[in-house]
């Protein structure tokens, strides 16, 4: 079985911003497939270059910016995310997460990313997610062990 890491990215201070840390947290009070690990990497995107190294695949869980309602789940994979073309989805990390990626290609890492965004309501202040996404975090953690089990 490849091995798998999933993701959380975000600023646990900024509300809906630090969606990928709850995901991920979430996801580790249950029990994970063999092969598969759950890391909170907050707001420091060049640690992912270490989880590049340690996976085969990676599924990275973001707040994402694509226009749509709060709440809203993008599934993206990471290539998508690099044409940056006008009306793409792009991450609120996105040139840290894309520099890291880069960086890690650079050194001959590159393993297979995809992306799962969820539309933020609020990016203030406070740690507390906004209604509307804590009613969807059941459905991304769903996703998420779907995109487990596909792999």
Known sequence: ????????????LLGDEGVGVHVVSRLKESALPPGVEAVDVGTNSYDLIDCLY?????IVI?????????GTIY??????????????LLSSHQLQFHEAVEMARMMGCSP?????????KTIDWGTELSPELEHRIPRVLELVRQE???I
Do not use: C, H, Y
């Open 62 to 70: 973001d707040a994402m910016q694509g226009g749509g309602e709060p």
């Open 112 to 120: 297979e990313i995809t992306v799962i965004g969820i539309e933020p």
């Open 54 to 58: 340690e996976s085969e695949r990676l």
């Open 75 to 88: 599934r993206v994979p990471f290539e998508k995310l690099q044409l940056r073309r006008e009306g793409e």
């Open 148 to 150: 487990i089990e596909r």
């Open 1 to 12: 079985m490849k091995r798998i890491l999933v993701v959380g990215i975000g600023n646990l």
